[in-house]
């Protein structure tokens, strides 16, 4: 083929790659983390942050937040299956056929489940041919200690209440050992296991802001970021008050740590990496077309 020839057809094959996604039919979908939500819109995210990044969609009426009882075990029909459902009824009603889905914390967990165990669940296939990726906000991919402490019946058993339930079966989850069993055993991604079938990457949070004379640390809420930076103490140095950055880092690839990309190198709480917090929404938005 001459130097001409060789032009002309890349050329025509990246028009092609270009027809192709701009008649895809893109959407989003938002999981929640650890508890039974039915209005996770304005519970959990808050419609800033569900708004403006449902905003950088072709369509932005292509999104669903997922309402779900993360309380319960990733595999349980009321978890894992109840995601299966509502992704599914939003993939085939809205015609998806490209899905983002932003996820935080345990809600990281349950999606890694469906997409780790295909054959699981009849309704998993198809939801794995149409996720592109999974872009994870603060995900327990490791556990976190504060899960273990909850579930000895120590002090952290009510003062972690606001944060991580009670002993619920998702804390229970959450324990150091257990996800090591499940990452060693049935959750792809981590080290020493199969790759994710789709591109699974991860948000980190390294640190937890709480000075009352910066106006910072009420991005979230002053209060819950008060309380994440006293249960910091409990955890490396390196985390987000709830989770050590080696949790967050240990399933997929890391996308970016906070400070790299946060407006004023701001760290984001556990708290605000669900939140509409120094510009992650905006970072989020612009993803929605790439």
Same mark, same amino acid.
């Given at each position: 083929?001459?130097?001409?020839?060789?032009?002309?057809?890349?050329?025509?094959?990246?028009?092609?790659? %270009?027809?192709?996604? @701009? +008649? *895809?039919? /893109?959407?989003? !979908?938002?999981?929640?983390?650890? $508890?039974?939500?039915?209005?996770?819109?304005?519970?959990?995210?808050?419609?800033?942050?569900?708004?403006?990044?449902?905003?950088?969609?072709?369509?932005?009426?292509?999104?669903?937040?997922?309402?779900?009882?993360?309380?319960?075990?990733?595999?349980?029909?009321?978890?894992?299956?109840?995601?299966?459902?509502?992704?599914?009824?939003?993939?085939?009603?809205?015609?998806?056929?490209?899905?983002?889905?932003?996820?935080?914390?345990?809600?990281?967990?349950?999606?890694?489940?469906?997409?780790?165990?295909?054959?699981?669940?009849?309704?998993?296939?198809?939801?794995?041919?149409?996720?592109?990726?999974?872009? %994870?906000?603060?995900? @327990? +991919? *490791?556990? /976190?200690?504060? !899960?273990?402490?909850?579930?000895? $019946?120590?002090?952290?058993?009510?003062?972690?209440?606001?944060?991580?339930?009670?002993?619920?079966?998702?804390?229970?989850?959450?324990?150091?050992?257990?996800?090591?069993?499940?990452?060693?055993?049935?959750?792809?991604?981590?080290?020493?296991?199969?790759?994710?079938?789709?591109?699974?990457?991860?948000?980190?949070?390294?640190?937890?802001?709480?000075?009352?004379?910066?106006?910072?640390?009420?991005?979230?809420?002053?209060?819950?970021?008060?309380?994440?930076?006293?249960?910091?103490?409990?955890?490396?140095?390196?985390?987000?008050?709830?989770?050590?950055?080696?949790?967050?880092?240990?399933?997929?690839?890391?996308?970016?740590?906070?400070? *790299?990309?946060?407006?004023?190198?701001?760290?984001?709480?556990?708290?605000?990496?669900?939140?509409?917090?120094?510009?992650?929404?905006?970072?989020?938005?612009?993803?929605?077309?790439?």
């Amino acid at each position: 083929m001459s130097g001409e020839g060789i032009v002309r057809y890349l050329l025509l094959a990246a028009l092609a790659a %270009a027809s192709s996604v @701009s +008649s *895809a039919n /893109t959407g989003v !979908a938002f999981v929640h983390g650890t $508890g039974k939500q039915t209005n996770a819109t304005a519970d959990y995210w808050k419609p800033e942050f569900v708004n403006n990044v449902r905003g950088g969609l072709v369509n932005p009426a292509n999104y669903v937040v997922i309402n779900c009882d993360f309380t319960k075990y990733m595999w349980d029909a009321a978890a894992g299956g109840c995601l299966a459902g509502q992704l599914t009824d939003f993939i085939n009603t809205q015609g998806i056929t490209r899905l983002i889905v932003v996820t935080h914390s345990n809600g990281g967990n349950v999606m890694r489940w469906i997409l780790s165990n295909p054959t699981w669940d009849s309704r998993y296939p198809n939801i794995i041919a149409k996720t592109v990726r999974v872009n %994870a906000l603060a995900p @327990s +991919s *490791a556990g /976190t200690p504060l !899960a273990n402490a909850v579930i000895s $019946g120590n002090i952290f058993e009510t003062s972690l209440g606001w944060l991580v339930g009670q002993k619920n079966d998702a804390v229970r989850m959450q324990q150091t050992s257990w996800m090591a069993s499940y990452n060693a055993n049935w959750l792809q991604g981590t080290a020493g296991r199969p790759a994710l079938p789709r591109l699974f990457r991860t948000v980190v949070g390294t640190d937890v802001d709480s000075a009352i004379w910066d106006g910072d640390s009420y991005c979230g809420g002053y209060i819950e970021n008060v309380g994440l930076e006293t249960t910091q103490l409990w955890l490396n140095s390196c985390s987000d008050g709830f989770l050590e950055c080696s949790s967050q880092s240990a399933a997929g690839s890391v996308w970016f740590q906070d400070k *790299a990309r946060m407006a004023g190198s701001e760290p984001l709480s556990h708290n605000q990496s669900r939140r509409a917090c120094f510009g992650l929404d905006n970072i989020l938005r612009t993803d929605m077309r790439s």
